[in-house]
C-alpha cells in the first residue's frame, strides 16, 4: 500500500529540481485493461515517501497519458490506481512510451512498448520476483519436513544456489546496462562482501576486520553524484541504517562521517542539498542524549555559512536560532548560571552550590508527567545523596508562590527549590531549551553539563556508570 504525503518539513519540497538540457518532453501512455471513467495518479518517490505528481483521467477503454517537461526529474515513479493498486515505472532516457497492464493484479504483468529501460526494469522485478517465490517454496519444505533445522543441509543448499544465481544475474544486469536505472538501484542496494578474516602476528583472528572492512566499503558502489537515487526508496534506507547502524553511536564519530558525505555529495547539486537536509532532519530533535551536538554542527558549518541557498532567509534563521538555542547547554559545556528567589525570597545562585553532582529538575506544580517523576527523584535522592555528593536545584515554571509551597511540602521536595519566574538571569525556557516538564540536567562539580533530558528511573544508573569512566572518581 502506497501512503501518499503532500510534503516534507524544512528544506525537502525545494529540492525536486532538475537541470536537464536539450532534452525531449516526456508522452507517456498507460491503459489498463479492466479499468474505465476514473481518475488515476502519478506519484513518485523520494527519501523515505511517496508524493502526488498529478492526476489522469481514464477513458471508457482504460488509457490514459502523462505528458511532462523534459525538467521532470528522473527516477522511479508509480501509476496509483488505487491505495492497494498500482504500478511503478522508470523515467529515465526514455521520454515517449506506453505502458499497459490489468486491473487486477497490475503489477504483475506489465507489456512495455517504445521503453529499453522499463523492459529491463520489469525483466528484473520479474526475475527476482520468480527466484524470490522459489526460495518462499524451499523455506516452506523446511518447515513441513521432518527435519526442521534443514540438517543435511539440502534445501539450504538449493537456496544458497538460486541466491547466488541471482547475484550473478544483477551483476551482468550492470555489466551489459552499466548506464541503465536498474544497474544504478543495483548498485545502491549492494552489500560489501567481507574476504577471509585475516590472522593476526599473535595467531588469532582479528575480531574488528569484519566490520572495518564493511564499513569502510559500504558506500563502494553508490554514486553521490547521481541524484536519480533520491527518487527511489533505496538511497533514504541505505543511508539511515548507515548512520543507525553501521557507525559507532559517538557524537564525534558521527560528525566526522557526516562531513565526508556532504562533501562526497558536493559536486552534485540536489545530492548535496539532500545530504544536509537528512542529517539535519535526522538530528534535529534526536532522542539519544548528545546528538542535538551534531544538529548544531551541520547549522555551524553549512547553514551560517551561507551554504544553503535555497532555503528561504526564514527558515533558515529559523534553523539557526534553533542551534544557537541548543549550543550553550551541549554536553560538555558549563551550564548557564541561574540565579533565583528560594522559598524565604532569598537569591540562590546556581553556580554558587558546592557538589559533586548537581541536578537540574525544570518542573511544574500542574504536570501530570511530574507527579509521576517527582517521587522517584525523592526516592532516589533520600537513598543516594551522601552516596553521589548529589544536590538538587528545582525550577518551578509556576508564577504562584502559594500552589509552588504547597507543592513542596505535599511531595516533600527536601533539597533547593527556587521559583523560576523570579530571577535575575534571564527566561530559564531560552536559557535550557526548555518547551515542557520535567525536565532532568546533571552537572558536574565544575557546574559542566554531563548529562540532560534524563528520565527518572535512568539518573541511578547514568551516575554509577558516569562514575567508572577514567578520571571520574
Known amino acids: ?134 526460495i518462499q517454496l524451499l523455506q516452506a519444505k523446511i518447515k513441513e519436513s521432518a527435519d526442521p533445522k534443514d540438517t543435511s543441509g539440502y534445501y539450504s543448499r538449493q537456496i544458497e544456489a538460486i541466491n547466488n544465481e541471482l547475484i550473478a544475474y544483477k551483476l551482468d544486469l550492470v555489466k551489459t546496462h552499466p548506464e541503465s536505472f536498474v544497474a544504478l538501484m543495483i548498485n545502491t542496494m549492494k552489500e560489501p562482501e567481507v574476504p577471509e578474516i585475516p590472522t593476526l602476528p599473535n595467531g588469532r583472528k582479528d575480531s574488528l576486520y569484519a566490520y572495518r572492512y564493511y564499513k569502510a566499503h559500504f558506500w563502494d558502489d553508490c554514486n553521490f553524484t547521481d541524484d536519480r537515487v533520491l527518487r527511489t526508496p533505496i538511497f533514504h534506507n541505505k543511508l539511515k541504517k548507515y548512520y543507525d547502524n553501521i557507525l559507532v553511536q559517538d557524537p564525534d564519530t558521527l560528525i566526522r562521517e557526516t562531513d565526508a558525505l556532504i562533501e562526497k555529495s558536493r559536486s552534485n547539486e540536489e545530492m548535496f542539498k539532500y545530504m544536509i537536509w537528512f542529517t539535519t532532519y535526522h538530528y534535529e530533535n534526536s532522542e539519544i542524549m548528545g546528538f542535538d551536538k551534531i544538529f548544531v554542527h551541520v547549522v555551524d558549518r553549512y547553514y551560517i555559512t551561507g551554504q544553503t541557498t535555497w532555503i528561504t532567509k526564514e527558515i533558515n534563521d529559523k534553523i539557526i536560532k534553533k542551534a544557537n538555542k541548543m549550543r550553550p547547554v551541549l554536553l560538555g559545556e558549563k551550564a548557564p548560571n541561574m540565579v533565583m528567589t528560594d522559598t524565604t525570597i532569598q537569591w540562590v545562585s546556581m553556580h554558587n552550590i558546592t557538589a559533586k553532582y548537581l541536578m537540574v529538575l525544570f518542573w511544574d506544580p500542574d504536570c501530570g508527567h511530574c507527579e509521576k517523576e517527582i517521587p522517584i527523584i525523592k526516592e532516589f535522592y533520600d537513598q543516594n545523596r551522601e552516596k553521589y555528593g548529589l544536590k538538587i536545584f528545582a525550577v518551578c515554571s509556576d508564577t504562584s508562590l502559594v500552589k509552588w509551597k504547597k507543592a513542596i511540602r505535599k511531595k516533600n521536595m527536601n533539597w533547593i527549590n527556587v521559583d523560576g519566574p523570579r530571577t535575575l538571569t534571564g527566561d530559564f525556557h531560552e536559557q535550557y531549551d526548555i518547551n515542557s516538564t520535567p525536565v532532568i540536567y546533571l552537572l558536574d562539580d565544575q557546574k559542566k553539563i554531563i548529562a540532560k533530558r534524563l528520565a527518572a528511573d535512568k539518573i541511578g544508573y547514568f551516575l554509577e556508570n558516569y562514575g567508572k569512566l577514567p578520571g571520574k572518581k
Not at 525545494?14 to 489498463?32: A, C, D, H, P
Not at 502523462?66 to 511503478?88: E, H, M, N, Q, W
Open 1 to 134: 500500500m502506497l501512503k501518499f504525503r503532500i510534503a516534507l518539513l524544512l528544506v525537502l519540497p525545494m529540492l525536486l529540481v532538475n537541470t536537464s538540457k536539450g532534452q525531449k518532453e516526456y508522452n507517456i501512455k498507460f491503459r489498463i485493461n479492466g479499468l474505465k471513467d476514473t481518475t488515476c495518479m502519478v506519484a513518485y518517490y523520494y527519501s523515505n515517501g511517496t508524493y502526488i505528481k498529478d492526476t489522469l483521467r481514464v477513458d471508457h477503454a482504460g488509457r490514459c497519458s502523462y505528458k511532462a517537461p523534459a525538467t521532470l526529474p528522473r527516477g522511479l515513479y508509480a501509476l496509483v490506481i488505487s491505495d492497494k493498486k498500482y504500478f511503478d515505472f522508470v523515467v529515465n532516457s526514455d521520454h515517449k512510451f506506453s505502458l499497459e497492464t490489468d486491473v487486477v493484479n497490475p503489477g504483475l504483468k506489465v507489456t512495455v512498448k517504445d521503453s529499453p529501460e522499463n523492459d529491463l526494469f520489469y525483466q528484473y522485478l520479474d526475475h527476482s520476483r520468480e527466484k524470490y517465490e522459489e
